[in-house]
């Protein structure tokens, strides 16, 4: 029993040589050779303990590419391209089934309307595969315009200064050649004592619920943060960060910020920023126990099992503009950390590999639970998490008394599907890494491509064809394989496959770089089985 199992030893092979451990199994037709294929292809979890290779990849081309936008001399170019003859022709397509829209809804024309809708979506595909963005005009106008509110800020908060924001992204040069960037860390608000474990001195007293909603409202805090920052420094501020919890289980915000801001402007902007969450309050359950609002086709919505009374809809609960208090409050705590990096010195790569330090893990792994005193305290905030809505459809809703909006008969009251309610994100849905749009002006595809393109046109210069090469002949379909497929082989072949696959292109790498270096490349290894029998 103390021997290895075969698959566990070739599991760690795969891990060794940096090769998916959990491949997905998928079909390539070549039809210039008649050839069919099923070959592995990498799952891309990032998260280590389902596949830590895909996982360690990932986060290596997020170190590259914080790495590249960190410290830009020169901006990015973001010129958009003229509009194609093909996009032209879209659009007035599009235009003429508007039109068209327009006059069966006139009519009255129920089914010519359902036709032109179906073939307006079918154009808006076209158009996002063939490279337009942007939201496009939608063919009925909204149903109800947004209250608007006051936007005059609250007065136990400071005032903060307004400029007019700049379209550059780079921030002050210094004695004519350095330009430094900064390293930031804001943190929640506190929500009662904690040991130095992260759990609470007094449980009783903590506040969960104001812990759950800010964890829940903690993405558009950081949105309004660098909204209000950008508009007191007056340029376009970029920034690469990321959102991890801490021990006492409240997310905070590690972030590279282009550019030399002062302190005290960032202490005050932190201090100055607020969230305020315009939805129906929602601090008392209406419906607490196993009694639950159920759906009637009568009413068309949800209504009380008791008096069959309908609940009130989201638009009906939601305050009006008279109200002048929200449902909710968020805000950063004190504790403000920021710190001026140079790029290309040693500090600016430790802070990276500080950064992307926990990608490679999931929410609950961040901070283990090794007493029981821990995992009470998570319970106490997943239980919180569970009553708390995550958004205006969120099904939690009706155990206030609330329909959600759109709400439909397929609802249960209070079971949510969204990721903010669960155990393992504890209430941190969202992205882990957040980056600007003008951070380094390429798109994560776009640095994935620059590191295989590397290494095509290193192989190419010693006359190496890549086997990916083949593949982008045009020639090369690719097909998911349906579950139960007899040509699918087995897990374990599927992994010697991918193993036999990187030894080979690893071979190749490494003749590559010896003729690069000016060294005689050698022959490189047969890896073959044909080779290796004879």
């Known amino acids: 029993m103390r021997q290895p199992v075969a698959l566990d030893v070739v599991r760690s092979l795969a891990e060794t040589n940096g090769v998916c451990v959990r491949p997905l199994a998928q079909r390539r037709l070549d039809y210039a050779t008649g050839r069919v294929d099923i070959v592995p292809v990498a799952c891309g979890s990032t998260v280590a303990s389902v596949c830590a290779p895909c996982a360690d990849k990932a986060r290596k081309l997020r170190m590259a590419q914080c790495r590249e936008g960190w410290h830009l001399d020169d901006e990015p170019d973001f010129t958009p391209a003229e509009p194609t003859s093909d996009q032209a022709a879209l659009t007035e397509l599009r235009s003429t089934l508007w039109a068209d829209y327009q006059n069966a809804r006139a009519q009255g024309d129920e089914s010519g309307m359902e036709d032109l809708r179906e073939a307006v979506t079918a154009v808006d595909v076209e158009l996002r595969e063939g490279g337009v963005r942007g939201k496009l005009p939608a063919l009925d106008a909204p149903a109800a315009k947004p209250v608007k509110r006051s936007t005059r800020r609250k007065q136990d908060v400071p005032e903060l200064p307004r400029r007019k924001v700049a379209k550059h992204t780079l921030g002050r040069e210094f004695a004519g050649r350095f330009r430094p960037s900064m390293f930031l860390t804001l943190t929640l608000d506190s929500y009662g004592r904690v040991h130095d474990d992260g759990t609470p001195v007094n449980p009783d007293g903590y506040d969960y619920r104001r812990a759950a909603r800010d964890a829940v409202h903690f993405a558009a805090l950081l949105d309004r943060w660098v909204q209000n920052l950008r508009r007191a420094v007056g340029y376009d501020v970029q920034y690469f960060s990321t959102v991890e919890p801490q021990r006492r289980l409240a997310p905070h915000w590690h972030a590279a910020l282009r550019g030399a801001i002062p302190h005290e ?69 004190a504790q403000v950390h920021s710190k001026g990096i140079l790029g290309g010195t040693e500090e600016s790569g430790r802070h990276i590999g500080y950064l992307t330090k926990y990608l490679t893990k999931s929410i609950s792994e961040c901070q283990e639970e090794k007493t029981e005193r821990q995992r009470r305290h998570a319970d106490r905030l997943h239980e919180e998490l569970r009553v708390t809505p995550c958004s205006p459809r969120c099904a939690v809703w009706l155990l206030y008394g609330i329909q959600p909006a759109g709400a439909r008969m397929n609802l249960v009251a209070g079971r949510c599907k969204g990721k903010a309610h669960r155990r393992s994100t504890l209430g941190l849905p969202g992205r882990r890494v ?79 770089q010896l003729a690069a270096s000016g060294g005689d490349p050698p022959t490189p290894p047969d890896l073959s089985a044909t080779g290796q029998a004879a």
């Open 434 to 512: 957040l980056v600007s749009r003008k951070w380094s002006g390429k798109s994560l595809a776009d640095h994935r491509h620059d590191r295989t393109q590397f290494v095509r046109q290193l192989l190419q210069d010693v006359g190496i064809t890549p086997d990916t090469d083949r593949d982008n002949t045009g020639s090369v379909v690719w097909q998911k394989v349906a579950p139960g497929d007899p040509d699918v082989p087995p897990r374990a072949h599927l992994l010697m496959h991918a193993v036999a696959e990187r030894l080979r292109w690893k071979a190749q790498y490494k003749t590559a």
């Open 265 to 333: 402007l960032v202490r005050l902007v932190t201090a100055g920023t607020y969230h305020q969450v315009w939805w129906p309050q929602h601090d008392e359950l209406v419906y607490p126990g196993e009694t639950v609002p159920v759906w009637c086709d009568r009413a068309k919505g949800f209504v009380d099992p008791a008096t069959r009374e309908a609940l009130p809809t989201w638009e009906q609960a939601l305050p009006g503009a008279e109200d002048s208090e929200p449902a909710h409050v968020v805000r950063f705590g």
